[in-house]
């Protein structure tokens, strides 16, 4: 770990004050389409001295690698050198609080602890029929929708697959990642400072106080000081939603699938 020192510099920026390696790591992590762009854009206009991240580009490419690793076993002392890496350089170029949330890291949840580094998590989750529903409408932003199915490790899939993998319907394997996803997640909440599930559905609830409880937590989790108010309004609009291509949720195929994961996150499953 290096060493934090005081350079000239850093006296005239209060938000360098602090060295990197001093700070927690602070993610919020998901198997995506559970309201981390909302998430994103939240820290970032109502909480002080925070800057809030979403799926930093270099990251995509880490995914295929670490799909790689995964699948086939190799690559792993390269992937974790690029992490680590590229991790420290983003945190560097930011003077307060970094808080990353990226979908992309469930394939290397792994690289995440480091020794001697408080980690702090968010795990977003959604009941697995809607979100599989979601997913498989969206299937990723629009830069990279018409290309995502035909590039090799291009989003996130469970290893080793389930029998019959290639012969599945897209979402029945959207439901198998997102077990494997938010399995992954789960891993690491004997290595974190700080770890709290939010679901989805109580951070988007008709109830304001379901929701500002659910904002709490994330603020808590993360160690960030929540705003006096919060402004829910902003919750009203989807900021990325997904094209509507006539998918139904099938809750028969979510429960063969997810439940018993799904009834821990207190889904009626």
């Known amino acids: 770990m290096q060493s934090c020192s005081t350079t000239a510099q850093d ?7 602090l060295c990197a390696d001093e700070r927690p790591f602070r993610y919020v992590l ?11 854009g939240f820290l970032n206009r109502q909480i002080s001295k925070v800057t809030a991240v979403h799926e930093p580009p270099e990251t995509r490419w880490q995914m295929m690698l670490a799909n790689l690793r995964n699948d086939w076993g190799v690559g ?8 680590q890496r590229l991790r420290q350089k983003r945190e560097s170029a930011v003077g307060g609080d970094y ?14 602890p480091l020794p001697g580094r408080d980690l702090r998590v968010v795990h977003m989750v959604r009941d697995p029929a809607t979100w599989a529903h979601s997913i498989s409408s969206f299937k990723a932003s629009s830069t990279f929708r018409p290309i995502i199915d ?7 899939y469970p290893t080793p697959r389930p029998r019959n993998w290639s012969k599945l319907s897209d979402y029945e394997r959207a439901l198998w990642r997102w077990n494997w996803c938010n399995n992954r ?8 400072t700080a770890f709290t599930i939010v679901r989805y559905e109580d951070l988007f609830n008709a109830d304001a106080n379901k929701t500002v409880s659910a904002l709490n937590g994330i603020c808590n989790t993360l160690a ?5 108010q919060f402004d829910l309004d902003s ?31 207190g889904y009626a499953y």
């Not at 006296?11 to 004050?17: L, M």
């Not at 792993?76 to 992490?83: E, H, Q, V």
């Not at 808080?99 to 949840?109: D, H, K, S």
């Not at 990325?240 to 979510?254: E, M, Q, S, T």
């Open 11 to 17: 006296t005239t920026n209060a938000a360098s004050s």
């Open 76 to 83: 792993d002392g390269l992937l974790r050198a690029i992490f």
């Open 185 to 192: 997640i789960l891993e690491l909440r004997d290595q974190c």
């Open 99 to 112: 808080v990353e949330l990226n979908p992309f890291l469930c394939a290397m949840t792994d690289l995440l």
């Open 235 to 265: 919750l009203a609009k989807r900021l990325n939603p997904k094209p509507d291509k006539g998918l139904v949720a099938d809750p028969l195929a979510a429960s063969r699938i997810c439940g018993e994961l799904a009834r821990e996150f």
């Open 30 to 40: 998901s198997a995506g389409r559970t309201g981390t762009v909302f998430l994103e």
């Open 224 to 228: 960030l000081s929540p705003p006096d």
């Open 150 to 156: 035909l590039v090799p490790f291009a989003k996130p």
